[in-house]
C-alpha cells in the first residue's frame, strides 16, 4: 500500500515511511491511495475467527511487504490482549467496552500496535526517534504505556493544563524514563499547533528525529478499525447490521470505522458524537468547516475546536458513492444531557457510562427514535473510573477504583509546565538532545 499527502504536494510512501515520518513533508495527512476490499468471506463468518485472524486481516493489505507476515500476526495478537466485549444497555443499545487496555481508553488498541511496528522499523538502526504527542486527555496516557522503556525512543507529551482528569495526568506524567510530559498552559488544539510547528522547524528537525504517536500516524489510526470487526462479530443480528455511535474529538476513531465500512464491514451508519465543540455537526448541517476554539466540557477528551482528521473524513465522503448522510450524521450534545443521561442509564439499566460514551448514547438513542426499526452499538471509548470525579457527584455514589489505578494515583508527577509559545517547547525540546 502507498500512501499519498492530503496535500498532495509530497511524494507517496509506503506504511513504513508514513510511520516514521508521522506527517507528510507538505503537513498533510498521509491517506491510502485506496481502500481494500476486506474478504466476503470472513465477514460472512466472523464468529469463526480469532480476533487475531480478523485484525491481522483487515491491517495486512496497509502494512504492505513492510512487516514480514509472521511479525505482523505476533504485533496484532500482543496488541490485542485484553478484552473487547460488547455488552447489552437495554434491547436498543450495547456498549462495545473498549476501556479494559492497560490504559482504560480506547486509544490502548492504536498506540500499542504503533509502538511494537516502530520498534520494529528501527531495531537495525542508529536512529533515535523523537516521539511528539498532543493530547487531550487519553492518548497521551497510553502513548506512555506503549512506548515506555520501548529503546531508542523518547517520548514528549503535550497536555493542556489543568484540562485534563486527574487520573489520565497521573497516566501520562509518572511513569518517567523516556517518558516526558509537558503541561501547556492553553487548550487541546494549542498542543497540536505546536506539535505541527515542531515538524515544520528546520532548527529541531535536524537535530531531532521527530515522528508523532497522534491518529495523524496512520500506524496509531488505522489499527482503530480492529474493534469495528470485532463488535460486528459480537452483534447477533446479522441482517440488521448496527448503526454505530462514535464519541468524538479529533475524528480519528471514527474516520478509522469508516475506513472498515469502506472495505466491506456491514455497518448501517454512523453517528458522529460530539459534545459541545460542534466544528463538524455544524459542517454536517450546512457544508462549512469552521474551526472553532475549544470549549471545556466534562468530556475532556473531546474538547477540540479543529480535528486533525477531518480532512481524511471530507477525502472519504468525497469518493463515496452514495449520499453522505446516509453515511454519516453528527450531533452535538450538552454537558447537562451527558450529565441526565449517566443518571438516567445508571438508574433505570444499571450501566455506568463515562461522560464520553454519555455523549454517544445520548446521540445514539435520539437517532435511534427517529429510526425505529434499527439498533445501535455505542462505542464505549473509557472507562468511567478515569472520570471518577465526574461520575461521582452525578450518580450520588462512590466508585470503586480498581487497584492499577489506585497506585497511578499515589505515584508522584513529573511534568514541565511550559507557556503556549512555541519558542518555550523548542528549548525544551532542544535541551533533550
Ligand atoms: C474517552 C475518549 N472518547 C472519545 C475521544 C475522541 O476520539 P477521537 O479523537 O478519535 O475522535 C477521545 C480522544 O481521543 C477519548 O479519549
Ligand atoms: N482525544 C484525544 C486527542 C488526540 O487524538 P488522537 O487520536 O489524534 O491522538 C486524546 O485523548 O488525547
Redesign the pocket.
Known amino acids: 500500500m502507498q500512501y499519498y499527502s492530503t496535500n498532495k504536494s509530497a511524494p507517496s510512501v509506503d506504511f513504513k515511511t508514513a510511520t516514521i515520518a508521522g506527517q507528510a513533508p507538505d503537513k498533510g495527512l498521509y491517506f491510502p491511495e485506496h481502500i481494500p476490499v476486506f474478504p466476503k468471506k470472513i465477514i460472512e463468518n466472523i464468529e469463526g475467527y480469532s480476533n487475531t485472524d480478523i485484525a491481522f486481516e483487515a491491517i495486512k493489505p496497509f502494512v504492505g511487504n513492510c512487516i514480514p507476515d509472521d511479525v505482523l500476526h505476533n504485533i496484532v495478537k500482543e496488541t490485542i490482549n485484553f478484552s473487547i466485549p460488547l455488552m447489552p444497555i437495554n434491547n436498543d443499545i450495547q456498549s462495545l467496552e473498549l476501556f479494559h487496555g492497560p490504559t482504560l481508553?480506547f486509544?490502548d488498541v492504536?498506540a500499542r500496535f504503533m509502538s511494537r511496528c516502530l520498534s520494529f522499523f528501527l531495531k537495525n538502526e542508529q536512529q533515535k526517534v523523537t516521539v511528539l504527542?498532543?493530547?487531550?486527555?487519553?492518548?497521551?496516557g497510553a502513548v506512555a504505556n506503549g512506548f515506555f522503556n520501548v529503546p531508542n525512543i523518547d517520548v514528549v507529551i503535550l497536555?493542556p493544563s489543568g484540562k485534563v482528569s486527574k487520573v489520565?495526568e497521573q497516566q501520562l506524567t509518572t511513569l518517567g524514563g523516556n517518558i516526558h510530559a509537558l503541561e501547556i498552559q492553553g487548550n487541546?488544539d494549542d498542543c497540536?499547533q505546536l506539535v505541527k510547528k515542531a515538524f515544520t522547524d528546520a532548527d529541531v528537525t535536524s537535530k531531532l528525529f521527530l515522528t508523532s504517536?497522534?491518529?495523524?500516524n496512520v500506524a496509531?489510526?488505522l489499527p482503530q478499525q480492529f474493534y469495528y470487526f470485532f463488535g460486528y462479530k459480537q452483534w447477533t443480528d446479522k441482517n440488521n447490521a448496527p448503526v454505530i455511535a462514535v464519541p468524538s474529538?479529533?475524528f480519528?476513531?471514527i474516520c478509522a470505522g469508516l475506513i472498515a465500512q469502506a472495505s466491506g464491514l456491514p455497518i448501517t451508519h454512523f453517528i458522529a458524537a460530539c459534545n459541545a465543540n460542534n466544528t463538524v455537526p455544524n459542517y454536517m448541517a450546512n457544508h462549512t468547516y469552521k474551526p472553532q476554539k475549544a470549549i471545556a466540557t466534562i468530556s475532556n477528551?473531546?474538547d477540540?475546536g479543529d480535528p486533525?482528521?477531518f480532512i481524511r473524513i471530507r477525502t472519504l465522503l468525497a469518493h463515496a458513492d452514495k449520499n453522505i448522510h446516509t453515511i454519516l450524521s453528527s450531533e452535538s450534545i450538552s454537558d447537562n444531557i451527558t450529565k441526565a443521561t449517566i443518571k438516567n442509564v445508571f438508574e433505570q439499566f444499571h450501566y455506568l457510562l463515562d461522560p464520553h460514551t454519555a455523549v454517544g448514547y445520548a446521540a445514539l438513542s435520539n437517532y435511534l427514535q427517529q429510526h425505529p426499526s434499527k439498533k445501535g452499538m455505542v462505542i464505549s471509548t473509557a472507562h468511567p473510573v478515569k472520570f471518577y470525579d465526574v461520575v461521582t457527584p452525578i450518580i450520588g455514589q462512590p466508585i470503586h477504583l480498581p487497584s492499577i489505578v489506585q497506585s497511578q494515583m499515589n505515584a508522584i508527577k513529573k511534568s514541565t509546565l511550559l507557556p503556549n509559545e512555541y519558542d518555550a517547547l523548542k528549548n525544551c525540546l532542544l535541551q533533550l538532545i
Open positions: 481508553a486509544k492504536g504527542v498532543a493530547t487531550s486527555g487519553d492518548t497521551g497536555y489520565q487541546f497540536q504517536a497522534n491518529s495523524i496509531r489510526w474529538g479529533n480519528g476513531n477528551a473531546m477540540v486533525s482528521n
